[in-house]
């Protein structure tokens, strides 16, 4: 199966990036209420819950990054990833493939 990546954008307005390391699970949430995005994904840590969203535009994404919109019809209302690099535009994850609706 190939590899699934996202990136993590918006760290930066909440508790920075230094909270972050390669390895770190991430929890996925879609929010379908979210009025600025109808496929919002939000990205949360253990303990300290929102963090950022998965990015969402060609201009966010980074390197082999599913967007947003692209992962929402992939993932249940949950889902999970493991950080891989923090750059300094975004956090390049990989999602667990146990979390995928058709695996």
């Known amino acids: 199966m190939k590899k699934i990546f996202f990136t993590i954008v918006g760290v930066k307005y909440r508790y920075g990036d230094k909270v972050l390391k390669p390895e770190m699970a991430v929890r996925l949430v879609k929010e379908p209420d979210n009025k600025a995005d109808r496929e919002a994904i939000r990205a949360e840590l253990e303990g ?41 535009h975004g956090v390049l994850c990989s999602l667990n493939p146990e979390t995928l609706l058709d695996k």
């Open 48 to 88: 300290l819950g929102r963090i950022g969203y998965v990015a969402n535009s060609t201009h966010t994404v980074i390197g082999e990054s599913y967007s947003a919109g692209r992962l929402y019809d992939k993932i249940g209302d949950t889902a999970e990833g493991t950080v891989l690099y923090i750059l300094p």
